[in-house]
């Protein structure tokens, strides 16, 4: 059985598969619960001043049929006392001390602050600290979470001022409310960071009610924008993760968060450079014990790869991403419809008609019969015809050997570019 | 005629000149597309084609690349 012990930045856990800083952290009970189910580690819900919530705090967005699709909460950081908070990690510790137990934190952006918090926060044993500079909603009005994650400077200078105090691993997670993530990564990075970690909630309104004309969820009639997570934001978190772990520049371990809902996903962020993942909206749609499947299906995954330990799985598929100026624009693929699998639903003809490249004929055999085939030289493989096919296995998407050699549009621009050059010289 | 027949047309278009002896000697891109103007090696005339579809703006960049090695 292949290990699946994890060390992110010193931070040692059974397995990669932690506990979201979120409400599934919010007290010992629920952590001690947590790692009873299975969860290597748990990053503790936000510490900071204690806070005061509104009622009626998460929304989800349901898509023809499936539930929590994507989730929206208004809930702020910890509104339980700092003593209260500290007591219940000191004995979850105690009862857990190889399961990891990160305290993520907010206070001001000023320095004694910072120093004040670390270091009462350090002495009940915790393994490491996650810097919340990502929440989006309510702590930013106040220059807290994303507020400050948005600005490299005070990124920096906040990580800095951090580790001035720190003795453990300092992680700093990274809002995705901005344009380029890595801008802010490498400012962590500069501050000292020993690992960052991605993405935070996305700005994010769940919908209003058409009958009432509120929004989802809201106060007493009013609303206010939220954090938007789960299995939707996953695209999203993997390219800032991916983007992320092919800067030369982000040279410290990346935590995995973002509609992370399986071991697949698991996989997919490491493969991308996480070294662990956190998790949040799954344990809340399906409770602590989802991580038992988690785990038993990493282990399997990776005893069928035959790999030793799952950080042999981590950055694997990184050098893979690159820039589109660097894709071969000679690679060929084509839809290939198989007439045995396929129902004649005509959904892959109305696709490619209406809105790709209308290279699906609509044919009649000999006995009369429809079927559908794909004109290969003018398919351009977009896949849309197989996105939407709902029968597996109908349509294959395959790829053409080209006369042509490979070229990228990098090479390309040179290579006119030269020209250009050679007309000035003459 | 479709995009795949009006590239093979550009592309043999492209294949008749190289083949008489020309090479590209100037490319200009515009929203019309690619205007390659080919110079003759030996009698040093010069002939332009419009080349208006993606498959055949590759495949004149082959073409350029495969020079340039």
């Known amino acids: 059985m292949a290990d699946l012990n994890t060390n992110l930045a010193g931070i040692k856990s059974p397995n990669p598969f932690w506990l979201a800083s979120a409400p599934p952290t919010n007290s010992g009970y629920q952590v001690q619960r947590a790692f009873e189910a299975g969860w290597g580690g748990a990053v503790w819900k936000t510490l900071g001043d204690p806070i005061l919530n509104v009622s009626s705090r998460f929304a989800a967005v349901s898509f023809n049929g499936q539930r929590v699709a994507g989730f929206n909460n208004i809930e702020l950081i910890t509104d339980r006392p700092l003593e209260v908070n500290l007591k219940e990690i000191y004995e979850t510790k105690k009862k857990f001390p190889n399961h990891a137990i990160i305290a993520s934190l907010m206070v001001e952006p000023k320095q004694e602050k910072w120093h004040e918090i670390v270091k009462r926060v350090e002495d009940v044993g915790i393994d490491g600290l996650e810097l919340n500079f990502g929440c989006p909603h309510g702590m930013a009005e106040r220059g807290m979470g994303s507020a400050s994650g948005q600005v490299p400077e005070l990124v920096e200078k906040q990580t800095y001022w951090t580790k001035e105090a720190a003795k453990t691993p300092v992680i700093v997670k990274l809002t995705p409310n901005i344009t380029d993530i890595t801008v802010t990564a490498e400012s962590a990075v500069r501050g000292g960071a020993d690992a960052v970690s991605m993405i935070n909630t996305i700005n994010s309104l769940a919908g209003v009610d058409i009958n009432t004309w509120n929004t989802i969820p809201h106060v007493g009639g009013k609303g206010a924008h939220g954090g938007y997570c789960g299995p939707a934001v996953k695209p999203i978190a993997l390219n800032m993760v991916a983007e992320c772990a092919r800067n030369p520049l982000i040279n410290v371990p990346i935590s995995g968060i973002g509609g992370i809902s399986n071991w697949q996903d698991a996989v997919e962020f490491m493969l991308m450079g996480a070294t662990g993942v956190q998790i949040c909206t799954a344990a809340m749609h399906h409770g602590f014990r989802i991580v038992e499947d988690m785990i038993e299906g990493l282990s399997n995954y990776l005893d069928e790869k035959g790999l030793a330990s799952v950080n042999d799985l981590v950055g694997k598929s990184v050098a893979r991403y690159s820039d ?22 005509n959904k892959c003809h109305i696709a490619c008609e209406d809105t790709s490249h209308q290279c699906i004929d609509m044919l009649q055999d000999s006995n009369g019969r429809p079927y559908l085939r794909v004109r290969e030289d003018d398919c351009v493989g977009c896949n849309l015809c197989s996105i939407v096919c709902p029968v597996d296995g109908a349509i294959d998407m395959v790829e053409l050997k080209s006369d042509l050699p490979p070229m990228t549009w990098n090479e390309r621009q040179s290579a006119i570019g030269l020209l250009r050059q050679r007309n000035t010289v003459k | 005629m479709s995009d795949y027949q009006e590239y093979l047309a550009e592309r043999e278009q492209i294949d008749l000149l190289i083949g008489e002896g020309y090479q590209i000697e100037h490319v200009t891109e515009n929203l019309s597309g690619a205007f390659v103007d080919f110079k003759s090696k030996k009698a040093g005339d010069m002939k332009q084609l419009h080349i208006k579809t993606a498959d055949g703006r590759k495949y004149f960049s082959v ?3 495969n020079r340039n090695r």
């Open chain 1, 324 to 345: 589109w100026g660097e894709l071969d624009l000679n690679y060929k693929i084509v839809a290939r419809i198989n007439k045995e699998v396929c129902i004649n639903c």
């Open chain 2, 63 to 65: 073409i350029l690349i």
